[in-house]
């Protein structure tokens, strides 16, 4: 039995890696707890767990702006609202394939589309087609 691929969406891939660098953070930090009697070593723990979750303020802002810019769309599927970054994406709630580029409908999802070299290709070979 053949694995169904699941995919996510742009946005929701960015905020989970930014919720994971705050946890990462913190358990630096707390490393630095566990090492106090070494001063050198905790405080070098602290800055990293403090760069881990400034980082991740700086993600969660550029997606909060990138965000604004995505194309809001009605999914076919769940009929709930979505935002689309690229000419692919995938819907944040029912993980449906999406793209906006008419050229791209009905191939195969891959998220490669959504660069420029790979987008040529695909309309270079359903042209050959």
Known sequence: MADKLVYTSKINKIRSFALILIFVGFAVMYGGLLSRNIEWLMLTLFL????????????????????TKAVPIMCPTCEKPTKMLGHVDA?????????????????????KYNKRKYRREAKAQIKDE
């Open 91 to 111: 819907c944040m709630h029912c993980k449906q394939p999406l793209t906006l580029d008419k050229d791209l409908e009905g191939m195969e999802f891959d998220e």
């Open 48 to 67: 990293f767990g403090l760069l881990f979750i400034i980082l991740s303020c700086v993600i969660y802002f550029w997606i909060g702006m990138l965000s």
